[in-house]
Nanobody, 125 residues
Framework: QVQLVESGGGLVQVGGSLRLSCELSGPTPSRYSMGWFRQAPGKEREFVSAISWRGASTYYARSVKGRFSISRDNAKNTVSLQMNSLKPEDTAVYYC??????????????????WGQGTQVTVSS
């Protein structure tokens, strides 16, 4: 059973930066592709970014491309999301997720089997 624990959320001003981390535990965690999703109050969960298990391939939502960067360190079983130039519309609970699959469907939440508990990101203006 894979377990995911996010950290790094918080309150930041517009234009600031935050780095989210997700630690994986369980059998062969480095063999999972990872995704970040977010959910704002009253809105559906939306895709943010994904990375393949080797880190060779990535996807980004159009709304964050050029501002956010996903990376992973398989030696430490962690996946990170560096968020720069934050905007008020980036305010949400951010979730990391894991799946053994990798395809264009990694932008969909139903592709993922395991989820973290979420970490709040608030961007104030």
């Amino acid at each position: 059973q894979v377990q995911l624990v996010e950290s790094g959320g918080g309150l930041v001003q517009v234009g600031g930066s935050l780095r989210l981390s997700c630690e994986l535990s369980g059998p062969t965690p480095s063999r999972y592709s990872m995704g970040w999703f977010r959910q704002a109050p009253g809105k559906e969960r939306e895709f943010v970014s994904a990375i393949s298990w080797r880190g060779a391939s990535t996807y980004y939502a159009r709304s964050v491309k050029g501002r956010f960067s996903i990376s992973r360190d398989n030696a430490k079983n962690t996946v990170s999301l560096q968020m720069n130039s934050l905007k008020p519309e980036d305010t949400a609970v951010y979730y990391c997720a894991a799946t053994s699959a990798w395809s264009e469907y990694n932008v969909r939440s139903n592709t993922y089997n395991y989820w973290g508990q979420g970490t709040q990101v608030t961007v104030s203006s």
